[in-house]
T-cell receptor
Framework: AQKVTQAQTEISVVEKEDVTLDCVYE???????LFWYKQPPSGELVFLIR??????QNEISGRYSWNFQKSTSSFNFTITASQVVDSAVYFC???????????FGTGTRLQVTL | KAGVTQTPRYLIKTRGQQVTLSCSPI?????VSWYQQTPGQGLQFLFE???????NKGNFPGRFSGRQFSNSRSEMNVSTLELGDSALYLC??????????????FGDGTRLSIL
């Protein structure tokens, strides 16, 4: 069985603060893929990043960075110098590659205020 | 490139009715998946279609069904609606199944309210 845990239900930060969203996953498969999606109030899930189980390189994209550690089964997401537009619900998801089914975490609501 | 299009955006129904939701995938995408999002259960996988065939199904009752057409457009149907079916229904498309290699792209969703 697969499981994704996002222990942080809600995080509030002031603009320009750095914030890290935690994601811990469980799977018995050796090949799997991890994703982060952003859901603004409009409802659409916006794809942010995909990482496969064989690539533990961290990734940086502008103010966003991701830290993948197989040893701790974690795939954490950091926003540097947060902005009000970053306010949204962020979901971590897992796919084992045998089907399109994504297993989502419960999401972390990020509120960035001025 | 147009994104995933879901219609309608909002829908209000009463218990016992049935409803059909529509999803047009990104051009060239042949796999369509449906998810239900509720405050209590979060995002849950409903089913996946590829080449007009259902490939996977989540743990939902038979009242939830779907289909895919030759142009990859998909519809999902919920019969005998219950109050608990109130949710945001999200459609996602990808080039092919086994989307670990390609991300799924989601539409804006259809918000279904049951009175």
């Amino acid at each position: 069985a697969q499981k994704v845990t996002q222990a942080q239900t809600e995080i509030s930060v002031v603009e320009k603060e750095d914030v890290t969203l935690d994601c811990v996953y469980e799977t018995r498969d050796t090949t799997y893929y991890l994703f982060w999606y952003k859901q603004p109030p409009s409802g659409e899930l916006v794809f942010l990043i995909r990482r496969n189980s064989f690539d533990e390189q961290n990734e940086i994209s502008g103010r966003y960075s991701w830290n993948f550690q197989k040893s701790t089964s974690s795939f954490n997401f950091t926003i540097t110098a947060s902005q009000v537009v970053d306010s949204a619900v962020y979901f971590c998801a897992l796919n084992t590659g045998t089907a399109s089914k994504l297993t989502f975490g419960t999401g972390t609501r990020l509120q960035v205020t001025l | 490139k147009a994104g995933v299009t879901q219609t309608p955006r909002y829908l209000i129904k009463t218990r016992g009715q049935q409803v059909t939701l529509s999803c047009s995938p990104i051009s060239g995408h042949r796999s369509v998946s449906w998810y239900q999002q509720t405050p209590g259960q979060g995002l849950q996988f409903l089913f996946e279609y590829f080449s007009e065939t259902q490939r996977n199904k989540g743990n939902f009752p038979g009242r939830f069904s779907g289909r895919q057409f030759s142009n990859s457009r998909s519809e999902m149907n919920v019969s005998t609606l219950e109050l608990g079916d109130s949710a945001l229904y999200l459609c996602a498309s990808s080039l092919a199944p086994q989307s670990g290699n390609q991300p799924q792209h989601f539409g804006d969703g259809t918000r279904l309210s049951i009175l």
